[in-house]
């Protein structure tokens, strides 16, 4: 087939395919033509847009990042925050029925308030830095101390040291014949580690009691996590900066969200930092790192098993079979050195407190009972119990089917896929907390806000074209 295209001239660009017709030859007796129009430069959109298309989700100028944090940097937005975060605290010394949890409002609530008139009386560059850390001061810090000072927490604090104290002296964190509610230890194995402290430095002493509580060790942890996470995750520079997440991590940690888990028991937040370094080390191929991660979460309680899946198919959609089967087999081959022993001495115990008590199946019902569907479901006897079991098992099958077919592509998009798992199963359990869902929400939020930007999809790289846009055609010679 013969060419007639004039030889070294380009092809001009077309409106769909990305190339138009040859120009017809003119002769040169012929009267001079039109001026051409210029050629139109590449669309960053390939076609025009169709009539009723959608535009979820949000394109970048619309929502993004930088924006967000604008409108957070505005004092409304602050003080409207500091006034939410003081009428949370100061609804539970009058609903709830937990003596801490009562102190914790009344000592949190004016923290607060101070923080919101710091807001609007400093000047701008002070004001929120100001606020964080008096809301930090009041709302952690003050309520901690004094609980730590007077011995006071919810049973789960004595759950983990009583198993450390057995752990190392009957080999093993469970009580064989549980009789009252705080008989039983609904933890794996890794959580007794969290009260070894207690047993080094005992209570005599006002320092040994607050060095040895095993809420400041599950504070350590979720600070060390939630930084770690945050450096992997930002920005490489000029795109980023290298300060810490110093601001960021005190308005977090000064939430309800997080302070009152915190100050009272705070059992959760060692998963939840954990669970977000998992997918921040999944997403920068540390195979070997991700996988003592998530083995760690998969020790410390069962809830945390479904990160172990969501970070190998993290690995797999991004490096390849290889990187994914390494941590599958260092998170699963060290997860069962820590549980196996215990599954073999004291099968029938780890499986009647592990279980089946946070599921509502012994005859000592778990305290968990805040009024979630799940728990409404069940307060209907063992029809409607069977129905919010079967509700949870249907909702975490559809999870994993929309897993298994759409596999996450960046660590924010994995934090997403677990989150929602997460949520569906407090939700629909039979029993559960409230403060269960702060796993979720801060797996939402954290590798967001580190990665600064809003979108689940990784960012193209400098230089790197996307797959399947037009590329402008180079002249043939």
Known sequence: MVSTRTPGYPRPRGRFTGRGGTPAQTSTTEAPARPRRPQRGLSVRPFPRQRGESTFPPTPARLNTARLAGLASTRTVQLLGCLVAAGWAAAFPLVSDLPNQRQWGLIAAPGYVLAGVLCLTLPRRFAAKAAASVALVGAVLVPLGLLALQGRHQSEVMVVERSAHLLLTTGTAYLPHPAVVTDYNPYLPAMSLFGMPRQLFGDSTAVARVAGDARIWFALTFFVCMLAAWRLLRPARPGGDGRAPLLPLAVLTASPLIALAL?????????????????????????????????????????????????????????????????????????????????????????????????????????????????????????????????????????????LARPPVSAIAAADLLAAGLAIAFMLAPAGRFGYLALPAVLVIWPRLAARRWSSRRPVPPGRVRPGRPQPALPRG
């Open 263 to 403: 100050v009272v028991g705070g059992v959760d937040l060692p998963l939840i930092g954990v669970c977000c370094l998992a997918m921040a080390l999944a997403e920068r191929d540390r195979t070997v790192a991700a996988g003592l991660v998530l083995a760690l979460a998969c020790t410390l309680k069962w809830t945390a098993w479904p990160a172990l899946p969501v970070a190998v198919l993290l690995l797999w959609r991004l490096y390849g079979r290889r990187p994914a089967a390494r941590t599958a087999l260092i998170g699963v081959g060290v997860s069962a050195l820590v549980i196996l022993p215990s599954a073999l001495t004291q099968a029938d115990a780890l499986r009647e407190q592990v279980v089946r008590f946070p599921l509502g199946m012994t005859a000592i019902r778990t305290p968990a009972g805040s009024p979630l569907p799940g728990k409404v479901l069940a307060g209907f006897g063992p029809t409607g119990h069977a129905i919010s079991l079967a509700l949870m098992t249907v909702a975490l099958v559809a999870v994993a089917i929309w897993l």
